[in-house]
């Protein structure tokens, strides 16, 4: 209709025809031509895809003011806690799986995660929770945007961005932001710090901190804005959960792995945790209060990285390791191989295509051999590499878990047993014993 009226208003401003026909047709192909680009991402979903892949979240120093306003917010926003969309998906309860994402300033990558979570099945039921490093007005509003599930923000309130001349953040007395001819300095970068103390920081608000926490009797997924994952991650969930009741021992589900081809989409392996079993970690409360108990093996081991900071506390555990159920195909992903969400949802898209999601039969796998149960065992560094010797660090790490409303009824054992590491090669899987064998019918909720 308009289209019709500005040819004929061109007409009669004697542009030739050929010129109209030209841009006409440089229209239509560029029109088709970004429909196709996104063409696997549902129409109703780019609403969730603004940013370019050159977009970066200014990393400028807040000035004071902006600083103090971003402070009261995030002191606000914590203690308020609000869930948003209840109204449409109904409260959350005791058994809400949760799936809480920590998030940094890569809003590129993150609204690739979103739109992935958005195509989850069963995603109505959960309670999606965003656990930022980083107060950006451009970010809030995207998540803000979400109509998918529930959702909820809570802020780590001792970040770099907050706490930016003094510690947690860059302090005068770490030798990394200072003059190296000082000669009393503590070794640490605060930039790198950040992500270990956020992780311990959020899981413990997460199961200790929020209306339901008390009775929290549902599952945590743990994932990072850099992940991305696939649609039969909560369907997949439900298998993993009732595997637990089958095989005992096992205290983490794990849904993510370096993907290679041709992996079983409908198989579950049982086996010991440890990096790079990161991607998707979930447990629960239960294993939570386990863990807390034995916070000192994570927060003063001298390691910037959260798994091996764990897999070094999971060694205190019965057994001396933690046994974890895992989805041999991987449903959660990493875009951090690529160098854009953008480029990274392509790829995957192109590589997963037909997959066989949804499996109607699921099997779970122990690996046993003629001396007893195989497995990959773990290969625990004697210690951490580094980076994390500050003993604010350490001390910071340990707070909020000293300062909290500690249940004593962990059931972890810290004897002084020192636990025994078998290295072994990579598992022959077609030796594997199958030990549980479930149906179940695709329904819906
Ligand atoms: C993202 O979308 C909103 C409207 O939903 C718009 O106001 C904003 O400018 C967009 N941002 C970018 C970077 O495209
Ligand atoms: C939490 O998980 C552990 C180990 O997987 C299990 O033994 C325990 O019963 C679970 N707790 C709840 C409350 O479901
Ligand atoms: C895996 O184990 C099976 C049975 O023990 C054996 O027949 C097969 O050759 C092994 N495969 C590899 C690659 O080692």
């Not at 927060?299 to 900071?309: A, F, N, P, R």
């Amino acid at each position: 209709m308009y289209l019709k009226v500005i040819i004929n208003r061109a007409r009669l401003n004697g542009i030739p025809i050929y010129c109209i026909v030209l841009v006409v047709t440089y229209l239509v192909v560029k029109y088709y031509s970004s429909t196709f680009k996104g063409s696997y991402i549902p129409l109703h979903l780019h609403k969730y895809l603004n940013f370019s892949e050159s977009f970066k979240v200014s990393s400028v120093q807040l000035s004071p003011r902006d600083l103090n306003i971003a402070a009261t917010s995030v002191e606000l926003v914590n203690f308020e806690r609000e869930v948003f969309n209840e109204k449409r998906f109904g409260n959350v309860g005791a058994e809400t799986t949760i799936i809480v994402v920590q998030v940094h300033r890569d809003i590129e990558r993150l609204q690739y995660l979103i739109v992935s979570l958005a195509q989850v099945h069963y995603i109505e039921t959960t309670l999606l929770i965003f656990s930022h490093s980083y107060f950006d007005e451009a970010i809030n509003k995207m998540i803000k945007k979400i109509t998918f599930c529930r959702f909820m923000q809570i802020f780590y309130p001792f970040s770099v961005q907050l706490n930016p001349n003094k510690f947690p953040g860059i302090d005068p007395e770490d030798c990394l932001s200072s003059q190296t001819s000082k000669q009393f300095c503590s070794n640490r970068d605060a930039r790198r710090t950040e992500y270990k103390h956020h992780w311990w920081w959020k899981a413990y608000f997460v199961f200790n901190k929020l209306d339901w926490s008390d009775k929290y009797r549902g599952v945590v997924i743990f994932l990072d804005e850099s992940n991305y994952v696939l649609p039969d991650l909560l369907y997949m969930l439900r298998y993993s959960k009732r595997s637990l009741s089958v095989v005992t021992g096992i205290s983490v589900m794990v849904f993510g792995r370096p993907y290679f081809k041709d992996l079983d989409y409908d198989l579950l392996i049982i086996d010991t945790w440890r990096p790079p079993y990161d991607n998707g970690l979930a447990f629960n409360k239960t294993v939570w209060k386990e863990i807390a108990a034995l916070s000192s093996y994570f927060c003063t081991y001298d390691d910037l990285s959260w798994s091996y900071s764990l897999l070094n506390l999971f060694s205190r555990f019965r057994g001396g390791h933690v046994d974890m159920v895992s989805t041999m195909a991987p449903r959660v992903l990493t875009t951090s191989l690529y160098s854009t969400g953008h480029e990274a949802a392509e790829k995957i898209h192109m590589q997963l295509k037909g997959a066989p999601y949804f499996p109607l039969t699921v099997k779970a796998a122990l690996v046993y051999s003629s001396t007893g149960r195989v497995d990959s065992g773990v290969n625990l560094p004697s210690k951490g590499t580094g980076g994390w010797s500050d003993l604010r660090d350490h001390l910071l790490c340990l707070d909020p878990l000293s300062t909290a409303d500690q249940t004593t009824d962990a059931t972890a054992d810290d004897t002084t047993t020192t636990p025994k590491f078998v290295i072994l090669p990579q598992i022959n899987y077609s030796s594997a014993v199958i030990v549980v064998e479930d149906t179940m019918k695709r329904r819906r909720l």
